[in-house]
């Protein structure tokens, strides 16, 4: 692919490469010509004549911001509201009630690992609350939901989504829990949006949490990982767990039950011991 006379090399390809698995643990080993596509126009709006050139400026931003926008760029953030759906109807017909007759304390712990533009994490805020209904007051459920994408990050603060999004959620929670905005755009509301709270997080980082969840969402970012990193990445999330705590992947992933400490309960739900 020519970039005003410049090519992405096989040299300028490993480097980058490389990077981004030693720091962020995304494996591109077999995706050059995604690279080459997603970051053609990026590399020319900036005014550089080379990947080289444009990866050299990201890594010695000291905010970090530019090379994360090059990983944006280079991963699918595309997400829905109740998107696979399984795991929702898991919560209330599961989870929910056998928590609710163990834990005294009512603090509930959720975290959303890779939360994308947030819609995640707000579909199960409105689940607990519709499963709680007015004793959802006496629960401290908030929900942490933790992405390396500032720009995702600023979309799911901002709240605001097409309806297309919404496709999935039921009728009535359209109303219940979004306001219409000119463009057939719709905003969270506020008591829904104060229930999540989003923070940048990198998964390859040691996890800074003092207490463990209850459930970890996980869904469709291992993807992006080779065997050892995933492996690696699941039984961090085991520890960082409340015993009989839940972990939530996609539905097109797997955990590898050789090597993991988890039980498996149904494909992509597995539960802490």
Not at 18 to 33: A, C, H, P, S
Not at 192 to 218: A, D, G, S, Y
Not at 224 to 229: A, E
Not at 262 to 273: D, N, T
């Amino acid at each position: 692919m020519q970039l005003d006379g410049a090519h992405i090399t096989h040299k300028e390809f490993i480097t980058l490469v490389r990077y981004i698995k030693e720091n962020y643990g995304v494996n591109l080993e077999q995706k050059l010509t995604l690279v080459e596509g997603r970051l053609w126009n990026v590399i020319k709006q900036k005014g550089f004549s080379s990947l080289e050139e444009f990866f050299n400026y990201a890594i010695t931003d000291k905010s970090g911001t530019e090379i994360k926008t090059l990983l944006t760029r280079l991963t699918t953030n595309y997400t829905y509201f109740m998107r696979e759906d399984v795991h929702y109807t898991f919560l209330t017909g599961t989870f929910l009630p056998e928590l609710v007759s163990k834990l005294k304390t009512k603090d509930l712990r959720i975290w959303s690992a890779g939360s994308s533009s947030g819609e995640e994490a707000y579909t199960a805020a409105m689940v607990l609350d519709d499963y709680f209904g007015a004793a959802k007051s006496q629960w401290d459920a908030k929900i942490l939901a933790t992405d390396i994408s500032p720009q995702v990050l600023q979309m799911a603060e901002e709240a605001v989504y097409p309806e297309d999004r919404l496709k999935n959620l039921p009728a009535a929670w359209k109303t219940k829990y979004f306001t219409k905005e000119p463009g057939d755009q719709f905003r969270v509301k506020p008591e829904i949006k104060k229930e999540v709270i989003f923070r940048p997080f990198n998964l390859m980082e040691p996890f800074p949490f003092k207490k463990p969840f209850h459930v970890i969402f996980c869904r469709n970012v291992m993807i992006y990982f080779d065997k050892p990193t995933r492996d690696g990445l699941i039984e961090r999330y085991y520890d960082a767990l409340e015993p009989g705590g839940y972990l939530f992947i996609g539905l097109s992933e797997t955990v590898d039950k050789t090597v993991t400490r988890f039980e498996f309960v149904k494909p992509s739900i597995y539960r802490k011991a």
